[in-house]
């Protein structure tokens, strides 16, 4: 089931960004960046001018999504700062998807002043770039030596954007 993140899901989400961040290249964040207050501040934000979504099974939390907008007038229509995990034993059985996808819904049904949704995801992970870009976002740049990943090697991000699709008329 895809929900509204809730501040009683702290301690789960706090878990959750642990152990998708113990995963090499899991996320941009090593387990020791994963911290009380990093967490706080991504669901504050998103709480105050945002989207945050969790995926729950059985009381148990496979995923989140958050995205919040940074709070600039000529960037009133744009979210960003998107972050995704999924627990590792959850990954490949589409919650990344439904997530993505209860994100996008909720922007067409209750947010109409966000036209655009932003994103970066490294080069490397190509199943993640297939998977944003079959749900309508574009490769839209390319960041060279922007994050360094496990290793240590420097890894080109490519900039992947959405657009809300242009009204038809009858």
Same mark, same amino acid.
Request: aromatic share 6%; glycine share 10%; charged share 25%.
């Given at each position: /089931?895809?929900?509204?993140? %809730?501040?009683?899901?702290? &301690? ?20 020791? @960046?994963?911290?009380e207050a990093y967490v706080a501040g991504f669901m504050g934000k &998103?709480? +105050?001018?945002?989207? @945050?979504?969790?995926?729950?099974? @059985? ?7 958050? +995205?919040?907008?940074?709070?600039? +007038? ?5 979210? *960003?700062?998107?972050?995704? +995990? ?9 919650v990344g998807r439904a997530l993505f996808q209860g994100l996008l819904?909720?922007? /067409?049904?209750?947010? $109409?002043?966000? *036209?655009?949704? @932003? ?9 993640? %770039? ?20 496990? %290793?240590?090697?420097?890894? *080109? ?7 809300? $699709? ?5």
């Amino acid at each position: /089931m895809i929900r509204h993140a %809730r501040q009683d899901d702290f &301690a789960q989400l706090l878990r959750l960004y642990r152990a998708v961040a113990a995963v090499p290249d899991g996320l941009a964040r090593t387990p020791d @960046e994963v911290s009380e207050a990093y967490v706080a501040g991504f669901m504050g934000k &998103a709480a +105050a001018d945002g989207i @945050e979504l969790v995926y729950e099974e @059985e009381g148990e939390l496979l995923g989140e999504i958050h +995205a919040s907008r940074v709070g600039i +007038a000529s960037l009133a229509h744009l979210l *960003t700062d998107l972050t995704i +995990a999924v627990a590792p034993h959850a990954q490949g059985r589409g919650v990344g998807r439904a997530l993505f996808q209860g994100l996008l819904d909720e922007v /067409m049904e209750q947010m $109409p002043h966000i *036209t655009r949704v @932003e994103l970066f995801a490294r080069d490397s992970n190509v199943k993640a %770039r297939k998977l944003y870009t079959s749900l309508g976002f574009v490769e839209e740049g390319r960041l060279r030596a922007r994050v360094n990943n496990a %290793r240590g090697e420097a890894e *080109t991000d490519t900039v992947m954007g959405w657009l809300r $699709p242009a009204r038809g008329f009858a």
